[in-house]
């Protein structure tokens, strides 16, 4: 079954460490959605798998999108595929957005999961990422989505923050368990090249966290989630049992999936194609239905590279009879060679003839899993 991505790019305020395309509320229209289904109806036939088991509106901003517009999208991907009656429709909210009216609004559309950009819960360190809420209207938010009945909420914590504490993080920690939420998303802080952030490092005036403590906030992670019953199922997801990401396990599992909207990814197995970071010519390639080549072919080294790079994240692992029977002989002896020195220092481990990355060494895990990958 296939997932499909919808990128709504639009933001009252642009954080100061986000990356992702965004562009001002001043540019939303009832076009935009249009242009969303008129690319559906272009590129619709590039994805093989033509049941939808996931729908995911990610941002930018996408509460700030009308409801109704989110209802036409979800409703037109009925004209091309076959929605699973039970798809996990997910939709990401900002704090400052949720009233009861949005949240019943939601529900009563088919939406049954919010990703919820909360980032901390503490406010001075809202306040140094340029957040437009604050703790308690966070609070506000959980508790009015579940008023709503939507029983599977998210939320988005950053840790290795600069001047944060392991007291700090653990404060934001006893907060997220201490509320009615199924999942959480930890990301470390990045420092993305051309955001006001990375300048304001350049600059000397943003002092990076100390690797050290990032080790020692992200172990506390690793440790209170356990306690609370959450299952640590990829490096910076966990959720409680039942609540895994459909969605999300899907890009890590290799599956299909279609992206519609600017700077969208797609990708059906064979080949990754994506629009172009920029709202005025992703509608000006739709209008015309002649799409610029952003895409590549995915020969089999890459395909291996790739199934390492998102397996390994995550508690299933690699399973060497899977390589066996899917790349050449060639590929399969490279893993079985290159493994060995790691399972041996304990970095990786052997279960079931599955190759997996112990949860203490995940935090590292990059600077190894390289090591295996094919040039």
Not at 61 to 88: C, H, M, Q, W
Not at 95 to 123: H, K, M, W
Not at 234 to 256: D, M, T
Request: charged content about 20%; proline content about 4%.
């Amino acid at each position: 079954m296939a997932g499909i991505y919808v990128h709504i790019p639009f933001c009252k305020k642009k954080c100061s460490y986000c990356d992702f395309y965004s562009v001002g509320e001043a540019k939303m229209d009832n076009h935009f959605t249009d242009f969303v289904l008129k690319e559906l109806s272009l590129r619709n036939l590039l994805i093989a798998d033509r049941i939808v088991k996931t729908i995911y509106f990610g941002g930018g901003t996408p509460s700030l999108l009308p409801t109704g517009n989110i209802k036409r999208i979800i409703s037109g991907l009925s004209d091309y595929f076959v929605v699973n009656p039970n798809a996990e429709i997910t939709i990401e909210v900002n704090p400052d957005d949720v009233t009861l009216e949005l949240a019943e609004q939601y529900q009563a559309i088919g939406i049954n999961r919010v990703s919820i950009g909360v980032q901390s819960f503490n406010n001075d360190e809202l306040i140094f990422l340029g957040r437009r809420h604050d703790v308690s209207k966070t609070v506000e938010a959980i508790r009015t989505f579940t008023k709503a009945g939507i029983a599977n909420i998210s939320i988005d914590l950053i840790y290795g923050l600069p001047h944060s504490t392991l007291k700090s993080w653990e404060h934001s920690l006893n907060v997220a368990f201490g509320l009615d939420i199924q999942h959480l998303s930890c990301y470390h802080l990045t420092y993305e090249e051309g955001t006001p952030l990375t300048r304001r490092v350049a600059k000397g005036t943003v002092i990076p966290l100390d690797e050290e403590l990032s080790k020692a906030q992200f172990d506390l992670l690793c440790e209170m989630s356990k306690n609370n019953g959450f299952i640590h199922y990829e490096i910076s997801n966990l959720a409680k049992p039942g609540y895994i990401s459909k969605h999300n396990s899907g890009y890590w599992l290799g599956e299909e999936y279609l992206g519609l909207g600017p700077s969208a990814h797609s990708f059906n197995r064979s080949m990754r194609w994506w629009n172009p970071s920029s709202i005025s010519q992703w509608e000006k390639e739709v209008d015309s239905g002649n799409f610029t080549k952003n895409m590549e072919t995915i020969d089999e080294v890459t395909r291996f590279n790739e199934l390492l790079i998102t397996r390994l994240r995550t508690t299933w692992g690699v399973n060497l009879n899977e390589v066996a029977n899917t790349f050449s002989i060639e590929i399969y002896n490279h893993l079985r060679n290159k493994i060995i020195p790691f399972i041996e220092s304990g970095k990786m481990v052997m279960e079931n003839n599955t190759l997996k990355i112990p949860p203490n060494h995940y935090f590292v895990s990059d600077s190894f899993v390289c090591e295996l990958l094919m040039v």
